[in-house]
């Protein structure tokens, strides 16, 4: 079986692991982590930190995945999955063994696609993405390399998302909005128009009401 390492060892990683376990395709050799911490999970334990990454290649684990979320700020996972190549790991697509796929679905190298997602017909999915738990790519849509689209998010039909863009959990994009890159989406939002590169968007709601004297405030959009 061949031998993957996974880049990151916090919350996203372990999803990674129960998929890559479900999937049965590839033997986890464990974690590498920035911060070289010493615990690791169900078992795979941390085996080094970003600068032992040339070793680990040469003892023949050859296959790498970057493990690690959103982070705030897309373009650091752009800067890791530049390295794995640098030395010459080979970048699998990680899909789990519940998640709905269209034949006709056009999925780039170092996607993950996590349980219960759907990608539709004739939709395309960008190099290095993330579909979270839930998330549904409809028809003919687009998302762009390392975007990330979160738990039970949905792009109806036709949708374009640009890179490195996060659609928080639970939002809607309506058919046929285009979105621009470095974009953020609160999550709960619904997108009904267009959004320029590097907009944050989201649809106002309260969190939280407490106490009695607190109904007026609670009437939020």
């Known amino acids: 079986m061949k031998k993957i390492v996974l880049i990151g060892g916090g919350g996203h990683a372990k999803s990674v692991v129960d998929t890559l376990e ?20 169900r078992g ?19 296959y790498a995945f970057l493990a690690i979320g959103f ?14 190549r640098d030395i010459g790991f080979q970048i699998p697509v990680v899909i789990d063994p519940s998640a709905v796929v269209a034949r006709d679905a056009r999925i780039e190298e170092g996607v993950f696609i996590g349980k219960r997602a759907v990608v539709n017909a004739a939709a395309f999915v960008g190099k290095h993405a993330i579909l979270n738990t839930g998330a549904i790519v409809e ?39 285009q979105i621009g890159e470095d974009v953020r989406v609160g999550a709960g939002s619904t ?12 649809t106002k709601k309260i969190v939280a009401c407490v106490g009695p004297d607190t109904e007026r405030d609670c009437q939020g959009e």
């Open 22 to 41: 479900a999937a049965g395709e590839y033997e986890i050799a464990g974690f590498v982590d920035r911060q070289a911490r010493t615990y690791g999970y």
């Open 44 to 62: 795979y334990e941390v085996i080094g930190s970003d600068e032992d990454l040339g070793r680990l290649y040469d003892a023949g684990i050859h």
């Open 71 to 84: 982070l705030g700020k897309s373009r650091v996972r752009d800067q890791c999955i530049q390295k794995l």
């Open 139 to 177: 028809h003919d849509c687009v998302v762009g390399a390392y975007s990330h689209v979160a738990v039970s998010s949905v792009l109806c039909g036709n949708v374009t998302l640009g890179s490195h863009c996060l659609i928080g959990a639970g939002s809607i994009i309506l058919q046929g909005v």
């Open 191 to 202: 997108i009904r128009t267009g959004l320029a590169d590097g907009v944050l968007a989201y």
